[in-house]
């Protein structure tokens, strides 16, 4: 096999939206670095049917909703 062929897999970790944390082996980011999620499968409603709602953390929604209020969605 060629050498310097495989990335660097290293532990870090993964905080859910719920504030639970668990280590994985990733390509991702540097030797214990923390991935916060802002959309998981505990949040998301395509995994939970759709009981609970997104956060809106960019406003985006918001905007969206402002910028076509008039058209009566």
């Not at 870090?12 to 939206?17: G, H, L, P, R």
């Not at 959309?39 to 406003?59: F, V």
């Amino acid at each position: 096999m060629k050498a310097e062929t495989h990335p660097d897999y290293h532990q870090i970790t993964v905080k859910m939206t719920d504030g639970t944390e668990y280590q994985t082996r990733t390509t991702w980011g540097a030797e214990g670095a923390t991935m916060t999620l802002d959309i998981d499968p505990t949040s998301h409603p395509a995994w939970n049917g759709g009981s609970s709602r997104l956060l809106d953390t960019g406003g985006r929604v918001s905007k969206f909703k402002n910028k076509y209020a008039g058209l009566g969605f």
